[in-house]
């Protein structure tokens, strides 16, 4: 049997649409066993709803596997453990992706490497940003290109957390990826570029009072706010109980605040604040991951 833990992960960051992500604390954790025929699939604490059978998110992942290395599928049995709540903006999706392949690979062989393994990745979720970090853990910048995707992990200081502020709904990608334009202005454009850079560089080097400029975007969070209910109030309500960047996870619904300190007092705060104004939104204060998915054979 193979058990895996894959983390969450929090993409876009502001101003790095489709490219920056980080590794939180909520984890998918997964059992694959190999069995002579037959799909069996078992969800324990899954957080929305979860396929079980061939249409299945991990088994879908691992057949990507087998056709790509050319192995013969079986019988499976597939556990599923998971703290990651669904179609919220927070890698759920990944995941299940990066659990899959890399059962599938160990199964197969391990004929795949990780740089092989992160690119099919990326290929299957259509976008690098959230399968980076749940793979590699960590702040990672990511890209994908036609026949390869790199992604670059950074460890960030254990004292960087973030408030992820989430609601009692769901936006779903393809409706919130459907609002977006297909052309930007060209100022907008180098002013995400600009802002992301000094994002990464502001993240990297724990350069907090740089973030709150850093996190600026005129690519994709000023279309999908009215998906997300009171998003700018919120927003300027997390600056005033002291964050240093708040911005949309993902494709949202999730808000999520990057914190430094007072942690406790930041999470009483915008609680009381969510209940006053009647928004059924609940908030947890994450670690980052460092580590990325954790596989172990028993």
């Known amino acids: 049997m193979i058990k895996l833990r894959v983390p969450a ?13 980080a590794a939180v604390g909520l984890y998918n954790r997964i059992s694959v066993e190999e069995i ?26 691992m057949l990507e596997v ?3 290395v050319g192995y013969e599928p079986k019988g499976y049995k597939i556990i599923q453990n998971s703290s990651i709540p669904m179609t919220r903006g927070l890698g759920s999706s990944s995941a299940c992706i990066i659990g899959g392949m890399l059962a599938a690979n ?22 690098p940003d959230n399968v980076g970090p749940a ?3 960590g702040f990672c910048v990511s890209l994908t290109d036609s026949d390869r995707t790199i992604v670059k992990s950074v460890k960030l200081q254990n004292h960087i957390k973030f408030a992820v502020i989430i609601p009692d709904y769901f936006v779903a990608t393809r409706k919130s990826r459907g609002v977006l334009p297909e052309r930007v202005d060209f100022k907008d454009a180098a002013y995400n570029i600009a802002h992301a850079s000094m994002f990464q560089a502001a993240m990297i080097s724990g350069d907090m009072e740089s973030l709150r400029v ?18 700018e109030s919120i927003f300027e309500k997390t600056y005033s109980l002291g964050s240093h960047a ?24 915008i609680q009381k604040y969510l209940r006053e104004n009647s928004l059924k939104w609940k908030c947890m ?7 990325g998915a954790v596989v172990s054979e028993v």
């Open 214 to 231: 850093a996190v600026g975007d005129k690519l994709h969070q000023q279309y999908r706010k009215n998906y997300v209910e009171g998003m």
């Open 246 to 269: 708040t911005y949309l996870s993902g494709s949202g619904p999730a808000i999520v605040s990057v914190l430094s300190g007072e942690y406790e007092k930041f999470k009483f705060g």
């Open 106 to 127: 160990i199964i197969s062989g391990r004929t795949l490497s990780y740089k092989k393994i992160i690119h099919l990745a990326a290929k299957t979720e259509g976008h």
């Open 285 to 291: 204060i994450l670690p980052i991951d460092n580590v």
């Open 9 to 21: 992960s929090s993409a876009n960051m502001g101003a790095g649409f489709d490219t920056l992500g």
């Open 135 to 137: 793979l590699f853990g």
């Open 36 to 61: 002579p025929e037959g799909l069996e699939i078992i969800n324990k604490n899954a957080r929305g709803f979860v396929s079980r059978d061939s249409n299945n998110l991990i088994y879908r992942a």
């Open 66 to 68: 087998f056709k790509h």
